[in-house]
């Protein structure tokens, strides 16, 4: 079992490497951070369950640091805020969490970044359509059939695999990459 998830994994990230087009996404999603970041902008994230975790993880690496001290930027996962998340939930309903904290916080030229190993959950879907008439930049995480989110998303990055585990490794590693260039080309040593 162990040798079978390992062997798994890299077999994922192995269609990764091979994928010349999924490469080349990776690295122009890169490249409209940098430009929202040097135009003073915000990348936003949502995703939700283990999802929402892997977009805290990625926002802390840009807020706070990745692999060196460097001025912070600005990198917001929209459902830290645990009051706001069950107010709106409750008085609106689930599936406008994200689109009303597009909403307030989102302008036209910021990033939004959405994960979802299936690519059908409504909420997300509903924040991705309204990052889109807001002007922003919408990109999806996501398995390798895209779900909705294929038709919703400015650029999706689609892990070749139906997976859920194998799915959210490999965000995690696309998204460390794109930390990586947008630090190190935002900050040259």
């Given at each position: 079992?162990?040798?079978?998830?390992?062997?798994?994994?890299?077999?994922?990230?192995?269609?990764?490497?091979?994928?010349?087009?999924?490469?080349?996404?990776?690295?122009?999603?890169?490249?409209?951070?940098?430009?929202?970041?040097?135009?003073?902008?915000?990348?936003?994230?949502?995703?939700?369950?283990?999802?929402?975790?892997?977009?805290?993880?990625?926002?802390?690496?840009?807020?706070?640091?990745?692999?060196?001290?460097?001025?912070?930027?600005?990198?917001?996962?929209?459902?830290?805020?645990?009051?706001?998340?069950?107010?709106?939930?409750?008085?609106?309903?689930f599936n406008d969490v994200y689109?009303?904290?597009?909403?307030?916080?989102g302008r036209k030229g910021d990033?939004?970044?959405?994960?979802?190993?299936?690519?059908?959950?409504?909420?997300?879907i509903n924040a991705i359509e309204?990052?889109?008439?807001?002007?922003?930049?919408?990109?999806?995480?996501?398995?390798?059939?895209?779900?909705?989110?294929?038709?919703?998303?400015?650029?999706?990055?689609?892990?070749?695999?139906?997976?859920?585990?194998?799915?959210?490794?490999?965000?995690?590693?696309?998204?460390?990459?794109?930390?990586?260039?947008?630090?190190?080309?935002?900050?040259?040593?």
């Open positions: 079992m162990i040798e079978n998830s390992i062997k798994n994994s890299i077999d994922t990230k192995q269609k990764i490497l091979n994928n010349k087009d999924l490469l080349q996404k990776i690295q122009a999603v890169a490249d409209k951070i940098i430009a929202c970041y040097r135009q003073d902008g915000k990348v936003l994230f949502c995703g939700n369950g283990g999802s929402a975790a892997d977009a805290q993880h990625l926002s802390a690496e840009l807020s706070g640091r990745y692999y060196f001290d460097r001025p912070p930027l600005y990198a917001e996962a929209l459902h830290a805020n645990t009051s706001y998340l069950t107010a709106v939930a409750n008085d609106y309903s689109s009303r904290l597009v909403i307030a916080n990033v939004l970044v959405a994960l979802s190993t299936s690519g059908n959950s409504p909420n997300i309204q990052a889109n008439k807001i002007g922003m930049f919408t990109v999806g995480l996501t398995g390798e059939s895209g779900g909705k989110m294929k038709n919703a998303c400015q650029t999706l990055l689609n892990i070749p695999s139906s997976d859920t585990p194998r799915i959210q490794e490999s965000h995690i590693l696309i998204g460390h990459i794109i930390c990586e260039i947008v630090e190190s080309t935002i900050f040259p040593k």
